[in-house]
């Protein structure tokens, strides 16, 4: 379900697009609290790279920020010195600068408030709700009971506030083993929220931070340091995914027992649904394995969700906030269709990428009734939606290359391209008639096509008004050059991978199809000047750009972002041919 509600917008500031949570924001703005501030945050754990997945909790943060001329800030919750690494640091603010949003003030890091989170902490055993315990992490967890069975108490529970305070002191002074105790708040171990079950605050970890050396022996655990991050910041409206719901009841203790400033501003947590794509997985642990285990080449493997890897694959960062802001925010799970974020790509790039023709496929097509060395230049609209891109000039010639789809021996009915006596027109030159073709004597495959010219059609249109129901790109041969194209499909062969069945795995899932590599890709010349990271329209087969990372001076690398709405796909399987991949119809 969407929440999102269209409405109008009277005065022209407040944004036209309403959700539950610009309800609540509005609301809150109503009735002055806060004192009429509106401040959010995106606080990324730091232990991987950025997903399409963050870019929904980051879009909306931002979003929030701007459209109720609040403020949004950058927090590193980096409570785990085991995982986390300043490469990470870095690239998270990259790909958010690359998606064009700007966080307000220094970037902020939960460790900074360490020392707080130790005060605060210390507050607790002094007021008898917090106390330090002796078990080990597997006796904690046997006693925390099960959805349905009530946990036990710890026999550490009752310690006094002197001695608990006393050996939390020593734990943080490097006392003890790593695990041999934590500190936990006293709670309820009844509670039907396991949360609230004596949760960990403090665990003894002799581990590098990235942050703070080795400063501290003892780390706050993740849910002790958000919600009070969060309030440290003056954040009003913790916005976080649905998986923290019945979490929000442990924040909201931790808040109403710790000593905040009076007046601050107390952070209101509301969860949001998680965005889920189809064919692939928005889940860093499951990423990571797709990268370690070598499925893909790294993190900005064009196939991935990431950030990079959509980068890297040519989305542009308009394209990636369009579909951000419009998958709108709704309070429960559900999955958006891939072709969702790949329309927003193509939609953006119909209007802005010129075209050019390429053939991925090629198969030779000899004109017999050209001249033998002759050559001529055609002019091609640069982009039809903006007569502005202006036209170039492309090489024709005797000996062409065109899609080996677009030949049949022998036509079936509806099929408007290359047949035996079928006529089309080249585009922007001229229309051809098939008299023949050769084949391989010992393969029998097609190696030639051969046809004959109306000189009269030149520029595609016939002097005596004569149709020609197929119109198919081509290159010449004598002036196009050679290139490996890469063509991408789903990652997964399946629309919800994570849905795994018993025994199963998520990387059974795995599209084996998931990379083609045409090596022999024939492309007109004026490719050969495209500016990496520019993507371009290949007529019929979608957009392209130079492939970053592989291609190197004289030998570039291209590959597809995304194909072109294809209507011939549909058509190809009515005819019940192999799919050829030639994309759509001009
Ligand atoms: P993952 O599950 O992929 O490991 P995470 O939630 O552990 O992601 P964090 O670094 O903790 O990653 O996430 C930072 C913020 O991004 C959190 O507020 C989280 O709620 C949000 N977020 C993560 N994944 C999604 C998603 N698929 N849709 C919306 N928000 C997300
Ligand atoms: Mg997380």
Redesign the pocket.
Known sequence: MNDRQDTTDADGERPARRDFIRSMIEEDLAAGRNGGVVQTR????P??YL????G???ALNFAIAREYGGRCNLRF?DTNPAAEEDEFVEAIQEDIRWLGYRWDGEVRFTSSYFETLYRWAEGLIRKGVAYVCDLSPEETRQMRGTITSPGQNSPYRDRTPEENLELFRRMRAGEFEDGACTLRAKIDMASPNLNLRDPVLYRILRARHHRTGDAWCIYPMYDWAHGQSDAIEGVTHS???L??ENHRPLYDWFLDHIDLEPGAPRPRQTE?????LTYTV????Q?RRLVEEGHVSGWDDPRMPTIRGLRRRGYTPTAVRTFLEGVGVAKFNSTVDMVVLENALREEQNRLAERRMAVLRPIELVIENYPEDGEEFLEAHNNPEDEGAGTREVPFSRTLFIERSDFRESAPRKYHRLAPGKEVRLRYAYYVTCTGFDTDPETGEVVRVRCTYDPETRGGDSADGRKVRGTIHWVSARHAFTAPVRLYDHLFSVPNPMDVPEGGDLLDHLNPASLEVLENAKLEPALRELAPGTLVQFERHGYFCLDTVDSSPGSPVFHRAVALRDSWAKLEKKLGAKPSGSGGAP
């Not at 995106?42 to 754990?45: D, G, L, S």
């Not at 997903?51 to 963050?54: C, L, Q």
Request: aromatic share 10%.
């Open positions: 995106f606080p990324p754990e232990n991987g997903h399409i997945g963050h929904k909790a980051i919750d916005l976080c995914s998986e923290f949001f649904a998680r965005l889920n928005l889940a860093k642990r990423l």
